[in-house]
């Protein structure tokens, strides 16, 4: 019977909900790396019990967490009480180790980028945004950093290298950090093509590479961005998040800091499809997993009011691929609801009907077992919720 | 033997239990004692100091002796009764909110 796992990363720790293939009832573990912040956990779609972790706190900095048993049991790469034992060892203590490529053989990386004086500014790693493992290694993970730039691990997770030609692409010293930081954010690997991976950053917008990360170009005609001195600049814009569907791997959805955007041409240009939404701005968004023009989001009131429009928490979905869209309402908090739901918190599992979960910075973890039309919560009183990924277990 | 007082969440992070004793070779300084701590204890690399220049990271303090040495040399030595034991090394998670 099919099961599925639900793993929520929060300001205060990791939490792992599972249930089996009836979504009624939830068992939320204890918390994981409890008082660390978690920004993201995934697993591989190889080995789903494989499952990397980013754990990040201010005092003691970037720690990368994996585990082998779905969660139960935890170890820094590398640094597993066997591989301690080891005599000849492996790399030990680098699991940790985010360090910027500033080699000339590898390219011209940059070491500087735009500050919010204007000035430019030294590259500095703070943590780690987002992990997305390979469709088909489960040693190779790549990370979305900030200040921004991509990792990639191909050993599980021992040692990361940074992929310098996406900040050694020209633009780099026009990016800027937005209110969240300077973070690379939405990694996306394209399901048909091994060599094209698109991955955005915020505040600098969406890129693609077509030779596997060698090279990288911005895709971002079509943005209109007010906040920026010329809108329509080819880097500035602050993507919140990009999804895709597998089967379609060159239609992607975007939500921006405002604005709701899509494009059928791998990101060669963009159009806005916001249409009757009562917000464009907000966070996440996400696709059907069966259903590649039914699409999510939850509408923010603004750029500094960080709640629902009324008060009202609701999701809304196009299945017109945006532009015509539906509130859904049914199970969420219709008065009084000011909680925040961040980019990384939308998750789609794979069942039939397709169950769709979003965290709220207030704790809540909301489901749907019925594509939307109806939600519950399946956890309400966690800590601040950054991200929410599921798995569905065969 | 030096006797090092991890915080809590480093404890967990190394897997350890109470205070730390390390064996140093040569005179003891902040960095004979964090390379010791980092050797034994791989995992907590990058987590009191940075990777690559080796700075203590800013939110992290040491104490000793009801003094804090956070910003003494790291090659300055540290007071005869750390190096001799009977006082531990702290390592603090400095007071900055959350």
Redesign the interface.
Known sequence: MSGIRVLVGTRKGAFILTSDGTRKRWKVSSPHFAGWEIYHMKGSPVDPNRIYASQTSGWFGQIIQRSDDGGKTWNAPGSSPEELKSPDGSPKGESNKFVYDTSRETGKPFTTHQWYDGTQHPWEFKRVWHLEPSPDDPDTVYAGVEDAALFRTTDGGKSWHELPGLRGSDTGPKWQPGAGGMCLHTILLDPKNPQRMFIAISAAGAFRTDDGGKTWHPINRGLHSEYIPDPAAEVGHCVHRIAMHPSRPNTLFMQKHWDVMRTDDAGDSWREVSDNLPSDFGFPIDVHAHEPETIYVVPIKSDSEHYPPSGRLRVYRSRTGGNEWEALTKGLPQRNCYVNVLRDAMSVDSLDPCGIYFGTTGGQVYASTDAGDNWKPIVRDLPAVLSVEVQTLQ | MIRVLL?P??RT?A?VDGEVQLDIEGPATQRSVLDAL?TKY???????R???TQER?S??RFFACGQDLSHESPDSLLPDTIAKGSEPFLVI??I?G?
Do not use: Q, Y
């Open positions: 915080p969440h480093l992070l897997r980092e791989p995992m907590l690399r990058g987590t009191v940075d990777h690559v990271r939110l992290v998670g400095a900055a959350g």
